[in-house]
Nanobody
Framework: QVQFAESGGGLVQPGGSLRLSCGAS????????VGWYRQAPGKQRELVASITLGNTKEYADSVKGRFTISGDHANNTVDLEMNALKPEDTAVYYCNAVGTPKVPWGQGTQVTVSS
């Protein structure tokens, strides 16, 4: 069973930056693509960025050019660097496998962008 733990969230003013970190544990050898998701109040959870074993990266249009996803295989972490943050980026951010395997959602980390 794979488990993910998110950290790094906080309160940031518009235009600011924040770096989130996702640590993976368990049977991580089964992972192919890992993504950062977010869920704002009253909205569905959405995939904002993902990375594969081969470091192929994809981004949602809403964050393209502002967010950068990266993986550190040695430390089993996937980071999300967020720049030029906007109030609409406010959400609980989660990391999880994209596709398979199915992994329970963790607690996520709150990102609040407000002046």
């Amino acid at each position: 069973q794979v488990q993910f733990a998110e950290s790094g969230g906080g309160l940031v003013q518009p235009g600011g930056s924040l770096r989130l970190s996702c640590g993976a544990s368990g049977t991580i050898f089964t992972l192919y693509r890992v993504g950062w998701y977010r869920q704002a109040p009253g909205k569905q959870r959405e995939l904002v960025a993902s990375i594969t074993l081969g470091n192929t990266k994809e981004y949602a249009d809403s964050v393209k050019g502002r967010f950068t996803i990266s993986g550190d295989h040695a430390n089993n972490t996937v980071d999300l660097e967020m720049n030029a943050l906007k109030p609409e980026d406010t959400a609980v951010y989660y990391c999880n496998a994209v596709g398979t395997p199915k992994v329970p959602w963790g607690q996520g980390t709150q990102v609040t962008v407000s002046s």
